[in-house]
C-alpha cells in the first residue's frame, strides 16, 4: 500500500505565498507521474500541476507563472511552491500519485489539505 501525506496549507493573505508538500510513505513504487489537484466548495476537482517521472512539467493556465511543482525522490515527497495567491485559489488541495504496479498505472490520494486566501 501506498500513503500519500500533504502538508503546507493554511491562510494566506492575498499575494502571499505557501508550500504544499506531498510525503510517499508505505511500498514504494515507480512512478508515472504526480499531480496537485484542488476542489473549491461547490466545485468539481480540477488538475493544478502534473510532473512525471522524467520531470516534465505541466500546469493548468490559472496558476502558470505563478505555482512551481517539483519532487524530491530523495525524500519521496513532492512539493507545490504557490506565489502571488489569490482568493481564488482557496480550496482544498490534494496530492496525486500514479504508481506503475505490475502491469498497471494505479492512482493513490492524500486526504488534502487546505488553503485559504482571504484578507
Known amino acids: 500500500q501506498v500513503q500519500l501525506v500533504e502538508s503546507g496549507g493554511g491562510l494566506v493573505q492575498p499575494g502571499g505565498s505557501l508550500r504544499l508538500s506531498c510525503a510517499t510513505s508505505?511500498?514504494?513504487?515507480?512512478?508515472?507521474?504526480m499531480s496537485w489537484f484542488r476542489q473549491a466548495p461547490g466545485q468539481q476537482r480540477e488538475l493544478v500541476a502534473t510532473?512525471?517521472?522524467?520531470?516534465?512539467?505541466n500546469y493548468a493556465d490559472s496558476v502558470k507563472g505563478r505555482f512551481t511543482i517539483s519532487r524530491d525522490n530523495n525524500k519521496n515527497t513532492m512539493y507545490l511552491q504557490m506565489n502571488s495567491l489569490k482568493p481564488e485559489d482557496t480550496a482544498v488541495y490534494f496530492c496525486?500519485?500514479?504508481?506503475?504496479?505490475?502491469?498497471?498505472?494505479?492512482?493513490?490520494w492524500g486526504q488534502g489539505t487546505q488553503v485559504t486566501v482571504s484578507s
Open positions: 508505505g511500498t514504494i513504487f515507480s512512478i508515472y507521474a
Open positions: 496525486n500519485g500514479q504508481f506503475i504496479i505490475g502491469s498497471t498505472i494505479t492512482p493513490y
Open positions: 510532473i512525471t517521472s522524467g520531470g516534465y512539467t
